[in-house]
Structure formats: C-alpha cells, structure tokens
C-alpha cells in the first residue's frame, strides 16, 4: 500500500494542532478554530494608564528633539538646539571672555567648524540657540499640561506630539 504523503493540520476540541491524513470527527481546521476562538480585543488603558504612556511618548520625542533638534543662526549656521549643544557653546564663550580672546570657533549640526567667529556673533548666536531649546522646552510642558488636563482617553490620544 503506498503511503499518502499529504497531512493536514487540525486542531483537536482542546484546541491542540494535530497532523492527520483526513480531518477527524470533532476536530476543526485552523480556520474553523480561529473562528470559533477569535483573539480577544486588546483592553483600553484607563485614563491613567493612557496618561502614563502619552507622558512617556512626550519625553521620549522631546530626548530624540534635545540630541537631534537643530535651528538656522542668523550668522547662517545650523546648530543644534539641545541643552549640551547649549552649554558647550556658552562655555566656549566663558572661557574666551576669562582669556581676553575676540573670537572663537563653532562646530556645526553638519559637523563643520567655524573659525574666528566674533565673540560677539557667538554670545548673539547662543541666544538664538538657548531660545531655541527653551521653546522646545516650553512645548514639551505645554504637552503634558494637555495630557494632564484630557478627561477621557481618546482627548490624550488626539494630543499630538511634534517640536
């Protein structure tokens, strides 16, 4: 007698798939059996648990903003915005005003260095660059005050998140 090669995958009442010739008596093809057992609907977070995961959201896009986040100076660099970027310039120019220098240098957010850049433009261009992360700062705060001030579940998932 020659062997049938084709098997079949069935799953059993208990729900066990189980390799057969022919589909036995009570047994349910896998599309009988995700029909007859669907999977149950994810549960809706409470308004708490929705606020938790929205605050989470914020903080996370507004670190990804602090690293990558960048402005156009008007002295015509582009430099980034976040807080490090910030204090890494203001100390730049801390130091050159305590050594009696006149100029400094700037690397950009497309890593090119600006050499001799008047100290002057440096303490105009932290300032734009200091704006800058305090209005992003500022927009991360105003994010959350929305969440926290949503009464339901889907007021915190219409708050969209973009610096």
């Not at 006149?102 to 890593?111: C, F, L, Q, R, S």
């Not at 050499?115 to 991360?140: D, F, S, W």
């Amino acid at each position: 007698m020659e062997a049938n090669n084709r098997t079949n995958v069935f799953y059993s009442p208990e729900g066990n798939p189980e390799v057969w010739e022919k589909k036995p008596k009570g047994y349910l093809t896998e599309a009988e059996w995700k029909a007859a057992h669907p999977e149950p609907e994810p549960e809706s977070p409470t308004l708490d648990e929705a606020r938790a995961i929205k605050f989470a959201e914020i903080s996370q896009i507004y670190r990804e903003y602090d690293t990558t986040g960048t402005i156009m100076t008007s002295a015509g660099y582009p430099l980034q915005t976040g807080m490090e970027h910030c204090v890494k310039l203001d100390g730049a120019i801390r130091f050159a005003e305590m050594t009696k220098q006149t100029v400094i240098y700037i690397t950009d957010a497309k890593d090119v260095t600006h050499y001799a850049v008047p100290l002057e433009m440096g303490k105009k261009i932290l300032i734009e660059q200091m704006g800058a992360a305090l209005t992003a700062h500022t927009k991360k705060q105003g994010l959350r005050a929305q969440v926290e001030a949503a009464e339901t579940v889907e007021e915190i998932n219409a708050i969209e998140i973009v610096f």
